[in-house]
């Protein structure tokens, strides 16, 4: 959804339980869990992370925010990668700590842009070592100084070429991002870029995973477009952000072209500096949006938690699915 932050590297993170205890079991390719839940007629609930910036933000994760969201039992984690690469190893720390401490599936988010195809490679090697079996396979964003990606003569332009090189390379299920209103800097139309989605899902992608959106009636749209025109048959998982600030919320909409409805904004502008009041309306409007969803077909929810429990709990409690086996 959003850029990740950069993050320090210390060893708090090898300090954690060693991969001995992991139950392989445990750890699962998404492809399968989506199978599974399908078979169940159940929804498939993920959870996005960002790779903290300090030791304090590292250990709060690990010590409160990571045990709440373990009481919701997600399906998979997903760990956010720093634009040009700034927090590849902390990714896979990161990820590869969920995996040891808590026995969940995770997925390491991977951008290419600027990327030479050696360090993507070392990348999957690096997480398929530590029994990392899913990876979000994204373009990222171009870098602000454009020379930087040209010294780095970059392999890959487009994400589907590196969901190519996974495929060919093989042992990884892969997911790739959507974009219900459109990729932001498509000019061609939403129906060029769902249609580029469906270059991706050919070129090897399992499931897609949405940006966020605040109109559902978009998300419809994109997925009725993907399946019933081009046929698309892998999952198309809406992304949904809980709202916690109305600046935030701002900042973030215009980064990644989301739109705010009105009806949403005069409703955040009536709380004033009611901060709390902003927060709990977000709780509510996202567990509204998520039931509509799951009601509306999607095969699952991915919330970008933003490293906190709160409202990813309120949202799992309100559907019925905190604690669910
Ligand atoms: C769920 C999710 C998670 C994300 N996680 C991260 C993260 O961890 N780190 C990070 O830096 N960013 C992340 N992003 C943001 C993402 O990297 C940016 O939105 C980026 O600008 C586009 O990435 P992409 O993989 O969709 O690119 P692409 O699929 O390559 O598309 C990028 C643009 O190129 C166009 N395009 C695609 N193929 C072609 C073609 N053949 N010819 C011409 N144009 C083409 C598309 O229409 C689009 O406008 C995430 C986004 C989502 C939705």
Known sequence: MTRPMSASSDSRLARLPA????????????????????AL?????????????????????????????????????????????????KTLDIADAIQRHHHTTTMAHLTCISTPRAEIERYLE??????????????????????????????????????????????FSIGTAGFP?????????????????KAKIDAGSDFVLTQLFFDNDDYFAFRDYLVGELGVEVPLTPGVLPILSREQITRFAALCGATLPPDLISRLESFGDDATAVADFGVEFASRQC????????????????NRADAATAIFKHLGLAGRS
């Open 19 to 38: 991969t001995a205890g992991v139950a392989s079991t445990s750890i699962k390719l998404i492809r399968d869990i989506y199978a599974d839940a399908r």
């Open 41 to 89: 007629g159940r929804p498939v609930m993920s959870i996005e992370l960002f790779p903290p910036k300090t030791e304090k933000g590292e250990a709060t994760l690990f010590e409160r925010t990571l045990p709440a969201l373990q009481a919701l039992r997600p399906d998979f984690y997903s760990v956010t990668y720093g634009a040009g690469g700034s927090t590849r190893d």
């Open 126 to 171: 690096d997480a398929r070592s530590r029994g990392i079996r899913n990876v979000l396979a994204l373009r990222g964003d171009p870098p602000q100084d454009p020379e930087a990606g040209r010294r780095n003569e970059p392999d890959f332009e487009y994400s589907y070429q590196l969901v190519e090189f996974i495929r060919r390379r093989g042992g």
């Open 181 to 197: 209103e459109s990729h932001v800097t498509c000019t061609e139309g939403r129906h060029v870029d769902w249609q580029r989605l």
């Open 291 to 306: 039931e509509a969803l799951l009601a509306g077909g999607a095969p699952g929810l991915h919330l970008y938690s933003l």
